[in-house]
């Protein structure tokens, strides 16, 4: 009786069969084995026609009777590697052909399941001989670099816990661009934390820490340079510098060296000027009051002054406003802060409107908290030496700028 072969060429010797040859066929069948479990071969593949991958019986050598094939050839379109249907086998293949185009790996004949091998891809396959007709080769998903630290890979439907990103690392875009790049402090204890949500409510990007000292943290999201925060197209409103625009019409004059209230036309019809007239040759005083708003963060102000001149001088006219706070239950008769002045010249134009430059920091006296009473004082500084505008100053209103630290009145 003849010997039989596997699917891979091992020799199956009969019984009392090749007395005096055992030695020499047993150890290629050693060979073809040593080959199988771990041996590396190169195959060509060539361009135009498929390359069919067949068995050598007895004899080591054979391109499929190896675990590791590298193919190579330059290709033009994709071809297909194909091996006989009754090999049972895992092969590990790298598709090393030039030309940037795929290659299948599949059984000679039949529509079972094939593999196809991206260019420069290494796949690890297994064939399964599982039917006498149409047998499947399957992909088992374990590509080259899927566990490597320096493959590039595609990972889908991959889970990741506690994954960690080292500080300057980045998750990119699909062309390799940084998208979100992670930076970290030393001994880092507040974090963010970005929760999904149901139908009808919005996802939550949310501050928390690990300390047990933390328990009221910012969220800072930061434009940089000039640029603003938006949602959609619109800016967001952020804690920051805020105005308060106050008439001439809301102040009053003071007992003392009052300024005087006036209503001057320009020409009939046209804008009748609501000013404070502040004389020339004597200082003269106007007072207001306001509650800021609870967003101010109780520190200095300043101002920049409105006004128009009564005649062409051109001399300079000196601005000054000062304030005091005054909780509830507190007496105002208390001295206003240090003032702070804005000097302006006469733009020599009659009715022309004008604004000074804005003063210096104004640090106002008395207690300061949510909700009080402040009072402000503005000057027209004509008894100093600094001043020397002709006419009366016309003021039609200052511009009061604070800073916010909250982002509403809640």
């Known amino acids: 009786m003849s010997s039989n072969y596997t699917g891979l060429g091992v020799q199956l010797m009969t019984t009392g069969e090749k007395a005096g040859s055992w030695g ?25 026609a498929d390359t069919d991958l067949t068995v050598n019986d007895g004899t080591t050598g054979a391109t499929l009777a190896h675990r590791i094939i590298e193919l190579t050839g330059a290709l033009t379109s994709g071809r297909n590697v194909t091996i006989p249907i009754d090999v049972q086998q ?47 080769l399957v992909d088992t998903g374990f590509a080259d670099g899927d566990v490597t630290l320096t493959g590039t890979q595609t990972l889908t439907n991959k889970t990741l816990t506690a994954a960690k990103i080292v500080s300057g690392g980045f998750i990119a875009d699909a062309g390799g661009d ?20 149901a139908t009808g409510s919005g996802p939550i990007l949310a501050a928390i820490s690990t300390s047990a000292t933390d328990s009221n943290i910012d969220l800072n999201i930061n434009p940089l340079g000039t640029g603003v925060l938006k949602s959609g ?14 008439p001439a019409v809301a102040m009053y004059g003071s007992t003392t060296n009052p300024a005087d209230a006036q209503q001057v036309e320009t020409t009939a019809l046209r804008p009748d000027l609501k000013v404070l007239d502040f004389d020339a040759s004597t200082s003269e005083f106007a007072q207001f009051a306001i509650t800021f708003p609870k967003q101010w963060n109780l520190g200095t102000i300043t101002f920049i002054p409105t006004w128009s001149p009564s005649n062409t001088d051109t001399g300079d006219c000196l601005w000054s406003l000062s304030g005091l706070s005054v909780a509830e239950g507190e007496s105002a008769d208390v001295a206003f802060s240090a003032p702070q002045t804005s000097l302006d010249a006469g733009i020599g134009t009659v009715e022309d ?27 027209r500084n004509a008894d100093d030496g600094t001043d020397d505008f002709t006419g009366d100053a016309r003021l039609l209103g200052i511009q009061l700028f604070y800073t916010t630290d909250a982002a509403n009145d809640a």
């Open 353 to 379: 409107i004008q604004m000074g430059p804005e003063s210096s920091a104004i640090t106002i006296a008395g207690t300061k908290a949510d909700g009080n009473q402040v009072f402000f004082q503005l000057e």
């Open 24 to 48: 020499t066929l047993t150890n290629t069948n050693w060979d073809i084995i040593e080959q199988i479990a771990g041996g590396y071969t190169t195959q060509a593949v060539t361009d135009g």
């Open 90 to 136: 895992f092969y590990i293949i790298k598709n090393a052909t030039s030309g940037s185009q795929i290659v299948t790996f599949k059984y000679v004949t039949g529509s079972g399941g094939s593999v196809a091998i991206a260019n420069g891809a290494t796949v690890l396959v297994y064939a399964t001989a599982n039917d006498g007709t149409n047998p499947d």
């Open 178 to 197: 940084e998208n979100l790049v992670f930076t970290e402090v030393g001994t880092p204890v507040n974090e963010l934390r970005i929760t999904n949500a």
């Open 233 to 246: 197209t619109a800016a967001v409103k952020i804690a920051g510098r805020e105005t308060i625009w106050i």
